[in-house]
């Protein structure tokens, strides 16, 4: 969850996910505080998914502030419908 918008005259900030592409570019979620982004690290068959490959952008210029988020990881047990694809 992002709970601060990066502020300066280059902001920045964002999550960008490498194997992700829309018109040919890697997806990048801006960070928007109260959002919260939530994605699947593994498939149907339980296996790795590389399309949640991930990272952190840089916050941009001289002016940048600070990037505040929270992180939550968990691990399943016995699924019972996860509400993904």
């Given at each position: 969850m992002y709970l601060a918008?990066?502020?300066g005259?280059?902001?920045?900030?964002?999550?960008?996910?490498?194997?992700l592409t829309r018109d040919?570019?890697?997806v990048v979620v801006a960070p928007v505080p109260g959002n919260a982004l939530v994605w699947p690290?593994?498939?149907?068959?339980?296996?790795w998914s590389g399309d949640s490959l991930h990272r952190a952008l840089p916050l941009k210029g001289k002016e940048a502030s600070r990037k505040l988020v929270v992180n939550l990881w968990w691990e399943g047990g016995t699924?019972?419908?996860t509400g993904f694809g």
């Open positions: 918008t990066p502020q005259d280059g902001a920045g900030g964002g999550t960008e996910f490498t194997r040919g570019r890697p690290n593994f498939g149907q068959r339980g296996s699924r019972v419908g």
